[in-house]
């Protein structure tokens, strides 16, 4: 054996150690990750909006859709008819879709997420009937709350779901006296009427509007006397009496205070007569059956059973008031 065998054979063991040992390497180690192994997939309807579904209304199904390319959604009713079907270019998130108005009153049916080998299904939900919204009208209060004549009327009224509101005021002949169209929002309205209508008129006030109807009936009409005391120096004084004739007959008025008045019926309560007031005795009395009544109108002395009369009186100023009769 040459030097240069023996060198040869040498190399070669190293080579062959080496190659083993790289081979017995490879065996033991695990096999590296696979980087790019199929992302998890997900398909989940989150929710449907309204929650109950309502016949009428169109349906919003929100869902999440992870590493899904397209997703199916279909909306089948409890017959297995395909009411919509819609694709969806999906990738990874969350999802809002509008499914049609197609839903009808009690039906059941059932919505179908699918994509990717996945699937998502919410099964009988029921459709119920919403009602439409209430409408009301509603005539809330009459001001002067008896309504007087030769003054305007101030009609405080409600709407709710009324587009148009149809006022009419109408005497006690049926009489259109005013007729108003309101374009009417929900809320409250104050409307002034004219004040067409006579004295001892009855008056009917009514409000339509989208089919609804209010009324009020036999609502009385007065009339207003405005009293100046300087015409009348009596009643500057307080506890002064003064005899006033208007239409109705005669009336006596009795000054209480600065800012308060009475008015009295001056008819007796028994028969009717006129009757007068006894400054002397400080008391009224009824000449035809002899019936007597205090200054505040109580009965003292029959055959009269019933109190005055009174009329209302409203406070201007110390030297103004109204008699509304
Ligand atoms: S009418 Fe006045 S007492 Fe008879």
């Known amino acids: 054996m040459t030097r240069r065998d023996y060198l040869y054979l040498q190399f070669s063991g190293i080579i062959s150690f080496l190659v083993s040992a790289c081979k017995h390497e490879s065996e033991i180690k695990p096999e590296p990750e696979n980087p790019i192994a199929p992302p998890f997939k997900t398909l989940e309807i989150l929710s449907i909006i309204p929650y109950e579904a309502i016949a009428g209304e169109s349906l919003t199904v929100n869902f999440k859709a992870k590493n899904i390319k397209n997703v199916k959604v279909e909306l089948i009713n409890n ?14 998130g969350f999802y809002k879709f509008q499914l049609p108005m197609v839903l009808e009153k009690d039906s059941l049916f059932s919505i179908k997420l699918s994509g990717d080998g996945l699937e998502s ?7 119920q009937y919403k009602h439409p919204p209430l409408k009301t009208i509603e005539i809330l209060k009459i001001e002067p709350q008896e309504a007087i004549a030769e003054g ?7 709407t709710e779901n009324i587009k148009t509101v149809l006022i009419e005021l109408r005497n006690k002949n049926g009489d259109l006296l005013e ?39 036999n609502i009385p009409t007065f009339n207003v006397l405005k009293i100046s005391t300087e015409a009348y120096p009596e009643l500057k ?47 009224f009395y009824c000449s035809c059956h002899g019936s007597k009544f205090s200054s505040d ?13 009174q009329y209302r009186c ?12």
């Open 297 to 309: 109108g109580l009965v003292l002395n029959g055959p009269a059973s019933l109190p005055l009369n």
């Open 121 to 127: 299904i919410k099964e009988n939900i029921k459709t």
């Open 152 to 158: 305007k009327l101030g009609l405080f009224f409600k």
């Open 79 to 92: 017959k297995v008819d395909a009411l919509e079907t819609k694709i969806i270019d999906s990738t990874i």
């Open 314 to 325: 409203q406070f201007i100023a110390p030297e103004a008031f109204k008699v509304i009769h």
């Open 179 to 217: 007729i108003r169209n309101v374009a009417s929002e929900d809320g409250f309205y104050l409307l002034s009427m004219p004040g067409k209508f006579e004295a001892d008129d009855l008056l009917s006030i009514k409000i339509t509007g989208d089919g609804v109807i209010v009324a009020k009936e």
């Open 237 to 283: 004084l307080l506890g002064g009496f003064q005899k006033i004739s208007i239409s109705k007959g005669d009336i006596w008025l009795k000054r209480i205070s600065t800012n308060e008045m009475k008015a009295f019926s001056g008819q007796c309560t028994h028969a009717g007569c006129g009757i007068d007031f006894l400054k002397s005795d400080n008391l």
